[in-house]
């Protein structure tokens, strides 16, 4: 295992933390509001960077003890999202930002996760034209003169 990052011509792979959390998913804006209050998530030029998964269903089923109060029959939730994102390799900001999605969640014992992981940096290069970038293209987020036309203005 790579304990440590590397560079690339294009991009660092640096050492950061993946936070992901299980929620409904109408808890998912409320709970990402705390944590960008504390990390703003930033990536490159970018910030509020996450990741939200499609609605799946979730399953448990409430013991002795729960708020709920014991159940026997196994609970299926469905509209339960997956978040993930990630942030420095800092202990005190780590617990910071879990103590801020457990006051944010609606759930009694919250699923939350953090890993250690190594991920992509760009150095920054500029890469304007590259045709594979979404601004080159007409993808779904914009659409942007090819690279070609405006050479041709």
């Known amino acids: 295992m790579i304990d440590s990052g590397f560079e690339t011509k294009s991009l660092r792979m640096e ?10 998913a109408a808890d998912v804006e ?23 998964s499609a609605q ?3 399953r448990y089923r409430p013991l002795e003890g729960a708020a ?6 196994l609970r299926r939730r469905p509209g339960t999202v997956e978040v993930s994102f990630e942030l420095p390799d800092d202990q005190a900001l780590a617990v910071r930002v879990v103590e801020a999605i457990f006051q944010a969640h609606s ?5 939350i996760r953090i890993q250690p992981l190594l991920t992509s940096r760009s ?4 890469d304007r034209a590259n045709p594979n970038r979404w601004w080159n293209t007409t ?6 003169p090819r690279p070609e036309t405006i050479a041709a203005e």
């Open 107 to 111: 759930y009694q014992e919250p699923v």
């Open 15 to 24: 050492l950061l933390l993946l936070v992901t959390f299980q929620a409904p």
């Open 123 to 126: 150095k920054g290069l500029d």
């Open 139 to 144: 993808g779904d987020w914009k659409t942007a």
């Open 68 to 73: 709920a109060g014991a159940e026997i029959e």
């Open 56 to 58: 799946g269903i979730e």
């Open 30 to 52: 409320r709970i990402m509001e705390a944590v960008v209050a504390i990390a703003p998530l930033r990536m490159g030029e970018y910030d509020g960077n996450a990741y939200q």
